[in-house]
């Protein structure tokens, strides 16, 4: 389950969960020639299916279907003739209605392109691990990958801290993740042996009215910071997952939250191609928490200290008794205790070889996906199979680097040049996403 890694392409936010998404480079192509009245009304018709459909609020979804389709009739879309203006306007009026920030419509050009040398090369999501002085661990996490990579990138991090006195969570740039390694950090400030529900998501059954629930409990972990003080930097910027992790913190009297208040987003969801080169991402589920019922929607999760976000690493450290000559851990803490991988998860390396053997097949190989990754994982996988199928043979395959969206980057080298390619897998094995291959840069 993940809150929205599988829309890599537009940010670390919430993601599918029933139906993991490959990531994909661009939305699929569509033609350049300027959008007619046909074309816009086939997006507005089945984006407003799609709403009505899937999106987790039914009387909501059917709100903003009928806002876009009033929208449409009444000629308000009639001078959009290029998609990415299009899709900007449906976003706008779509966010007007639901109030929803994880809600979009892309268009192939205005939503960004990932290269999987554009992702950031910290393992898993974690940024930064130091340990301060006073004893004072820090763990700075930008988003909560797969829990694949997460959980043991996250054992070697704690591993490093074991000892201290009292740990500093920072996920002021926190955009989300996975909520199964979100519960995961949780766990470590649980007590031994207690097994608590940390989250639940509820998730909308398309094209009904039904609902199901799927809770996340705390595991067992290598090392405890069990009823030690902890502080958690949040701000404007964390969002998601980053929320859920704070929220579970304050509603589990775990921790003290330090910042300013949050984005405001809880409702995972999918990518759905709209057809005309349209894809739209539509929350299909809400996060709810056990103790509150409730969650961070539209209100943010609200600090415990409020206080300007690039002042709450120095308001922690007061906190804790330090008097912190900066605010920024690079002058707290210069060197990390944290060192990324240097070897491939297993099974990374033989799935890509089963993918590139594979290629020449007129149709790619859908066992290699779970059975719930849905028709956007077989849209996703068909692809990156048709990337595929211009390659030649690699002479050679290498490990490149953990990457901070969780997944395994690896080069392939020919002869007159090398590329790139990034592959996940679930926990089971199964495929998640592939990005790439892309050109090594000169």
């Given at each position: 389950?993940r809150?929205?890694?599988?829309?890599?392409?537009?940010?670390?936010?919430?993601?599918?969960?029933?139906?993991?998404?490959?990531?994909?480079?661009?939305v699929?192509?569509?033609?350049?020639?300027?959008?007619?009245?046909?074309?816009?009304?086939?997006?507005?018709?089945?984006?407003?299916t799609?709403?009505?459909?899937?999106?987790?609020?039914?009387?909501?979804?059917?709100?903003?279907?009928?806002?876009i389709?009033?929208a449409?009739?009444?000629?308000?879309?009639?001078?959009?003739?290029?998609?990415?203006?299009?899709?900007?306007r449906?976003?706008?009026?779509?966010?007007?209605?639901?109030?929803?920030?994880?809600?979009?419509?892309?268009?192939?050009?205005?939503?960004?392109?990932?290269?999987?040398?554009s992702?950031?090369?910290?393992?898993?999501?974690?940024?930064?691990?130091?340990?301060?002085?006073?004893?004072?661990?820090?763990?700075?996490?930008?988003?909560?990958?797969?829990?694949?990579?997460?959980?043991?990138?996250?054992?070697?991090?704690?591993?490093?801290?074991?000892?201290?006195?009292?740990?500093?969570?920072?996920?002021?740039?926190?955009?989300?993740?996975?909520p199964?390694s979100?519960?995961?950090?949780?766990?470590?400030?649980?007590?031994?042996?207690?097994?608590?529900?940390?989250?639940?998501?509820?998730?909308?059954?398309?094209?009904?009215?039904?609902?199901?629930?799927?809770?996340?409990?705390?595991?067992?972990?290598?090392?405890?910071?069990?009823?030690?003080?902890?502080?958690?930097?949040?701000?404007?910027?964390?969002?998601?997952?980053?929320?859920?992790?704070?929220?579970?913190?304050?509603?589990?009297?775990?921790?003290?939250?330090?910042?300013?208040?949050?984005?405001?987003?809880?409702?995972?969801?999918?990518?759905?191609?709209?057809?005309?080169?349209?894809?739209?991402?539509?929350?299909?589920?809400?996060?709810?928490?056990?103790?509150?019922?409730?969650?961070?929607?539209?209100?943010?999760?609200?600090?415990?200290?409020?206080?300007?976000?690039?002042?709450?690493?120095?308001?922690?450290?007061?906190?804790?008794?330090?008097?912190?000559?900066?605010?920024?851990?690079?002058?707290?803490?210069p060197?990390?205790?944290?060192?990324?991988?240097?070897?491939?998860?297993?099974?990374?390396?033989?799935?890509?070889r089963?993918?590139?053997?594979?290629?020449?097949?007129?149709?790619?190989?859908?066992?290699?996906?779970?059975?719930?990754?849905?028709?956007?994982?077989?849209?996703?996988?068909?692809?990156?199979?048709?990337?595929?199928?211009?390659l030649?043979?690699?002479?050679?395959?290498?490990?490149?680097?953990?990457?901070?969206?969780?997944?395994?980057?690896?080069?392939l080298?020919?002869?007159d040049?090398?590329?790139?390619?990034?592959?996940?897998?679930?926990?089971?094995?199964?495929?998640?996403?592939?990005?790439?291959?892309?050109?090594?840069?000169?």
């Amino acid at each position: 389950m993940r809150f929205r890694l599988a829309t890599l392409p537009a940010s670390l936010l919430f993601a599918a969960a029933a139906a993991p998404t490959l990531a994909q480079t661009s939305v699929p192509s569509a033609s350049s020639a300027p959008l007619d009245p046909a074309a816009r009304a086939a997006i507005v018709g089945q984006l407003s299916t799609e709403l009505r459909s899937r999106y987790i609020y039914p009387d909501a979804g059917e709100k903003g279907a009928a806002a876009i389709t009033a929208a449409a009739g009444s000629g308000a879309y009639d001078r959009f003739t290029d998609l990415p203006s299009f899709a900007r306007r449906l976003t706008d009026d779509l966010r007007g209605v639901l109030h929803d920030n994880h809600l979009g419509v892309f268009g192939e050009t205005n939503r960004p392109a990932l290269s999987v040398a554009s992702i950031p090369g910290d393992e898993a999501g974690i940024v930064r691990v130091g340990r301060l002085s006073g004893g004072i661990a820090y763990l700075e996490i930008a988003g909560f990958a797969n829990p694949r990579a997460f959980k043991p990138a996250l054992d070697r991090a704690m591993a490093g801290l074991k000892g201290s006195r009292a740990v500093i969570l920072d996920m002021r740039g926190n955009h989300g993740g996975d909520p199964a390694s979100v519960s995961y950090l949780v766990s470590h400030f649980v007590p031994a042996g207690k097994r608590i529900e940390i989250n639940r998501i509820v998730w909308r059954k398309a094209g009904t009215r039904d609902l199901t629930r799927k809770p996340f409990f705390s595991e067992r972990t290598p090392v405890s910071f069990a009823g030690l003080p902890v502080y958690v930097l949040i701000g404007g910027h964390t969002f998601s997952g980053g929320e859920e992790l704070a929220y579970d913190i304050q509603t589990l009297k775990l921790g003290t939250l330090v910042g300013e208040t949050t984005g405001g987003g809880a409702n995972p969801g999918q990518s759905f191609p709209i057809g005309h080169g349209v894809m739209a991402f539509i929350p299909t589920g809400r996060a709810e928490s056990p103790v509150t019922g409730s969650n961070w929607e539209g209100r943010g999760v609200q600090p415990d200290l409020q206080v300007p976000d690039a002042d709450a690493l120095a308001t922690a450290l007061r906190r804790l008794g330090q008097s912190p000559a900066a605010a920024t851990i690079e002058a707290a803490s210069p060197v990390s205790v944290f060192t990324p991988r240097t070897v491939p998860l297993s099974g990374s390396e033989p799935m890509l070889r089963r993918l590139l053997a594979g290629r020449a097949a007129p149709e790619p190989d859908y066992t290699l996906l779970s059975a719930d990754a849905g028709e956007p994982g077989r849209a996703a996988l068909a692809a990156a199979h048709r990337r595929l199928q211009a390659l030649g043979d690699p002479q050679a395959i290498h490990f490149r680097r953990p990457d901070g969206f969780g997944f395994d980057e690896f080069t392939l080298v020919y002869p007159d040049h090398t590329l790139l390619v990034a592959i996940d897998l679930d926990p089971a094995g199964k495929l998640i996403g592939l990005i790439g291959p892309d050109k090594v840069s000169p």
